[in-house]
């Protein structure tokens, strides 16, 4: 009667005629009998308790119902047996109240986004009141909430209403995207043909400054070659210009036949102006056999019937005689 066995997990309570004198640990007890027994079997293991579903009240008024559990601890065997005549049961009801006080001081949407919150305001409380009773609640978990089905029908329509607002933001957004990308495009475009329009013109003076020094250069050679003495170089300008004109003609879409205003000849002569020029500015000298054979060559052309000099002009036979 006086050997008891306590059992792993679990701390007996020895009582001496009624009063709590000492507490035992598992392994094996002698309690002399008669005189002292045992008073409570307190489980020291980590235990689970269910918080059935209740209605609750949220600040705005809406309801919902809710369900948790409770994970706790005895530590002090002789407060959880002596200090609180139910444990579970107080434990239960503490939970159970703390829970509606809790969540009903929130709005819907905090108790449905804000869980974390609602755990560690539970933990806070419900441990705070049972320290005295040797008890440590380890922790708080809400397992459910359900709001009415008129409610879930709302909030689902205001997802809704969200999510396509959201993907309206975020197609003005893109076409916004897409106008400036554009727009920026077009300016650079601008900007690079501008640049271009200006290197062609920039290009374009210079090639006409290149052109107008290399008529000046050649003005300036006509000039000194006049200058010296030689009257042939003024055919330089002729024969340009008019071999400019027979190319017009000669260019023409409506015209199969071509009738020169003038006389061939006459360009033969600027022609044969123009290779003295260039002879003499090579620094050759043209011979007086050359000089006399000249008229000759001439004659022979289709474009002339007859060439005589007379006294430093020029007769074709067809019209009157050139100085």
Not at 101 to 128: P, W
Not at 203 to 225: G, L, N
Not at 261 to 267: M, N
Not at 283 to 294: I, P, Q, Y
């Amino acid at each position: 009667m006086g050997v008891k066995i306590v059992h792993q997990g679990y701390h007996y309570t020895i009582e001496h005629f009624g009063r709590y004198t000492t507490t035992a640990t598992p392994g094996l007890v002698f309690v002399p009998p008669f005189f002292y027994g045992v008073g409570r079997k307190v489980n020291m293991m980590e235990q689970v308790l269910d918080i059935p579903g209740q209605e609750i009240i949220t600040k705005d008024n809406a309801m919902i119902s809710s369900d948790g559990v409770v994970f706790f601890q005895v530590l002090d065997a002789p407060k959880a047996a002596y200090e609180v005549s139910d444990l579970y049961n107080a434990i239960l009801n503490l939970t159970t109240t703390n829970l509606r006080t809790v969540m009903g001081s929130m709005d819907l949407d905090e108790t449905l986004s804000k869980r974390d919150e609602i755990n560690a305001r539970l933990l806070h409380v419900v441990d705070d009141a049972t320290t005295p009773w040797g008890v440590k609640i380890t922790r708080v978990e809400i397992k459910d909430i359900r709001p009415p089905a008129d409610i879930v029908e709302a909030m689902a329509r205001q997802m809704k209403a969200e999510r396509i607002k959201r993907a309206q933001i975020l197609d003005a957004e893109g076409d916004r995207a897409s106008n400036i990308l554009r727009a920026e495009g077009e300016k650079q475009s601008k900007i690079l043909a501008a640049e271009g329009r200006r290197e062609a013109a920039y290009r374009d003076s210079e090639a006409r400054e290149r052109e107008a020094e290399a008529e000046a250069k050649a003005t300036q050679v006509v000039s000194e070659a006049i200058r010296d003495g030689n009257p042939q170089a003024l055919n330089y300008f002729v024969a340009q210009d008019y071999v400019k004109a027979i190319a017009g003609f000669a260019t023409s879409p409506n015209a199969k036949t071509i009738l020169f205003p003038v006389e061939a000849t006459q360009l033969i002569g600027s022609i044969g102006g123009i290779g003295e020029l260039a002879r003499e500015a090579l620094g050759g000298h043209a011979d007086a056999a050359t000089a006399k054979a000249r008229p000759s060559q001439i004659v022979a052309s289709p474009f002339a019937a007859e060439r005589t000099r007379d006294g430093g002009g020029l007769n074709t036979g067809n019209g009157p005689r050139e100085s």
